[in-house]
């Protein structure tokens, strides 16, 4: 069979199908190796920002910058 078939035989973009076969990683697969925090950190930071909130602490984006820096040098899971 043909790339073309396939790709119509299970609805996917020849062109994905293409880069597939080629070994290409996708477009959120890049993006997730530029990304500075992994998604654990995120969960991390994102909590944070939760619990600062709840308490009536205002979060700049400086203060968030300052606690994402300070993520990013601690492992997570050690106290």
Avoid at 5 to 14: G, Q, V
């Amino acid at each position: 069979q043909s790339i073309r078939k396939i790709s119509k035989m299970h609805r996917m973009e020849l062109i994905s199908l293409v880069r597939w076969l080629a070994g290409i990683p996708t477009r959120s697969e890049t993006d997730e190796n530029r990304q500075l925090l992994s998604d654990a950190q995120k969960k991390e930071l994102k909590d944070w920002i939760l619990e600062m909130q709840d308490c009536g602490f205002p979060c700049p984006p400086q203060i968030i910058r300052f606690m994402a820096a300070e993520i990013m040098t601690t492992v997570l899971g050690k106290n």
